[in-house]
């Protein structure tokens, strides 16, 4: 306090005087070689080309999908929509209900039945003289009686007109006209033909005859064969021709004997005529004007209207000018140009390895385009389905970032995929926030993956997030109009469905992602920690002290990087497979030796040293046999680092010196080639597996042994620069000490002896000539 007080009264300028030099002094950096620095870097190029081809297929996609009409008729609309260019269209709607009217005039052709027509006028006109000599009705063939109904006194009537010949003449004349007017005026049609000519045929019928003009009546001149009045009818018109009385008689019994219809009706020419006199119809054209209102929001849209709102598009898309087309083309090449920046800026001060990595960037450029290109060409091309494509992709996106990446990278993938398809189909806000709704929870539920059910469970969970995102974001927005909520909660099913495919479609390509990205998710590590695994048995048969030793390794190095935050199950399964390499020569490490047996006797300990220091790139070789996935090869390659082989170092030079030899062994020749652990979760498996050996090597292993043990080892490995490249702290150094000596210490605590028990005189005679036993318990 006292030498402040001094500095006061001497001069207080002096320390804002010392803080102006060192400003003066701090120089800033230079910008220009920064960026020289970033150009130079390998990966500039490669991430430069990516990024190019990225904006420019966005840019494709926002300009073709530009005012999308995702226009489903029966669907609620959320937007009132005008006409934009005045244009002239065909009003099919009104051409097509002329139509429909000039098909409804159209007159049913009905065709003469001229084989029976002529054969029923030649049987009356010729019946007179065929019964002329027929005195009795009993000379009659039975057919005739029966066809005519003939009886004596109907017989005699037929003869007295074959008798006179002006008589015989007048009965030709009557039933030719009789004929000619049922063929022209009373046609007679089967029941089921009349019953649909009377229903809904046209008011006129057309009969048609061979090398006749056609002959046009109105439909309630037809006689149905089953009608009540047909007998009424036919002596009506019987009568008008003067054939009455037995005459009528005989013609009607005769038409109603076979029940044969003059006319028959010609489907395919009545169609023909039908669709003919339709396409006479000229289409009415129709004017629409800007302003003129396409559909209402709140209204259900129906076919008409989403026929004229797509006739419209198309109109105002013609009569877009080329300086029009231009900007529209420039907007969205810096729509997305200023997207891919963005993104590309996060990942530079966030994830600067996936730059570093082209064919990483390149992947994921790939899913976000590849994804969006998907979403916009589901919802254009079947717009029934549009949140299914919204939130199906955009959710699929970022479960793939959050098992390759993390959950912030997987949201920032989310947000940039939501955000381009918003864009590009126009879609409210409701759109971005269910998209980005199902891609939050799969990113939350997909980071930790254990087992399949996780990855079903969290595309449930991603699904009904996105139907009740949709049912909340429709009842807010969307007016309240009759059965909106029946048609929220199908658009919801949508919503959902899109979000839980996404799950799934993830769970069936997951092995294609791990291999691409090059990750291990913890569904793979749950499997390759089963003992069943085939690299794992072999090794229990052919080394089970490395078996066991790996065993125990994995346990303490999985609590230690518990301890720490590190990813336990993957130090775990790594410390599984780290000696694997130990399976070619077994028998020259000393966990799988016999008591007795050392192989090493008989060897120098340079060849000693070639043996030990290859399990690793034995190890290396059996793990690419077996494909074990990548991230494990580390835990293979540098679980020794470049540590010195002590007992084989020492060794050669004592040799040296016994053979007074002048090239005494250097350090360099007795390490392990490395590499050096570049994880943390790698460094503890170094820590572990030499802690565990020399632990196993004791002969009195107290506590305090044990943990003078492990930090003399931890302070070694920590002076000879192991620990440099994998981002351990002293502060995590001195967890791991705590947690492996207190693992160790329930793994080799010491044993009680129990003293012998007494033994009576009589047992001690029997079994005089053998020795006492203990019994030890842990």
Known sequence: MIQRLMRLVRGGSRPSARRGSVRRTVTRPDRTAQLRKVVHQPAFLPDVVIGGLFVVLLSFIFFFTEDALLLSPGRVMHETRAVRVEFTVHDEQGTEIIRREKRNETPWVFDLNTSWIEALRQELQSLPEALANAESLEVVSTDIRETFGLDEEKLQSLRTIAA??????????????????????????????????MTSGPQTLELVEPERESIYVVKNAAISLAAPDFRKRIERIANEHRLNGNHFEIILHRLTFEEQPTHIFNLEATEAKREARAQAVKPRPITYHPGDIIYVAGDRLTGANAMLARQEHDEYIKARTSEQYWERMLGALLTSALAAAILGGYMRFYYPRILRRPWRLGMIAGLLAGSSIG???????????????????????????????????????????????????SLPMAGFA?????????????????????????????????????????????????????????????????????????????????RLFDITTGMTLTELRDSRQPILRELQQRAPGTYSHSLNVASLAEAAADAIGADARHTYVGALYHDIGKMNKPDYFVENQSRGQNRHAKLSPAMSLLVIVGHVKDGMEIA????????????IEAHHGTTLVEYFYDQARKQADEDNSRDAPTEI???????????????????????????????????????????????RRLLDGQFDESSLTLAEIKVIEEVVAKQLCSMYHGRIAYPEKKKSEKDKADKSDKDTTTAVAQ
């Not at 980005?436 to 980071?447: E, I, K, N, P, Y």
């Not at 690419?624 to 835990?635: Q, T």
């Not at 390490?671 to 572990?688: K, N, S």
Request: proline share 5%.
């Open 434 to 514: 269910v998209g980005l709704t199902a891609a939050a929870v799969g990113a939350w539920r997909f980071h930790e993956i254990r087992d399949r059910r996780d990855m079903i469970f969290g595309a449930l969970l991603a699904g009904a997030a996105a139907a009740v995102a949709l049912i909340v974001t429709s009842i807010v927005t969307l007016p309240l109009v009759d059965g909106i909520l029946v048609d929220t909660f199908k658009q919801s099913i949508q919503a959902g469905f899109g979000g839980f495919l996404a799950g799934v479609a993830v769970l069936v390509i997951l092995p294609y992602v791990e």
């Open 624 to 635: 690419r046999e077996y494909g074990l996935p990548r991230s494990l090869h580390h835990y």
């Open 375 to 425: 979403a916009c060409w589901l919802a254009m091309t079947y717009p029934a389905v549009l949140w299914f494509g919204v939130t199906g992709p955009t959710a699929f996106v970022a479960m793939i970032g959050v098992i390759a990446y993390d959950r912030r990278f997987a949201f920032a993938l989310a947000v940039t995929q939501a955000m381009f398809v918003a864009l590009a189909l």
């Open 669 to 715: 020749e007795y390490r392990y080639p490395g590499p050096r652990p570049r994880t943390r979760e790698v460094a503890i498996l170094m820590l572990c597996d030499a802690v565990e050996s020399a632990t196993r090597a004791m002969t009195d292993p107290t506590p305090a042994r044990i943990q003078a043990l492990v930090t003399e080892l931890a302070r």
């Open 164 to 197: 006179v010949e002006s008589d015989l003449a007048n009965w030709k004349r009557d039933v030719g006209r009789f004929i000619t007017q049922i063929i022209e005026r009373d046609p007679i049609l089967i029941a089921e033909r009349h019953q649909e000519v």
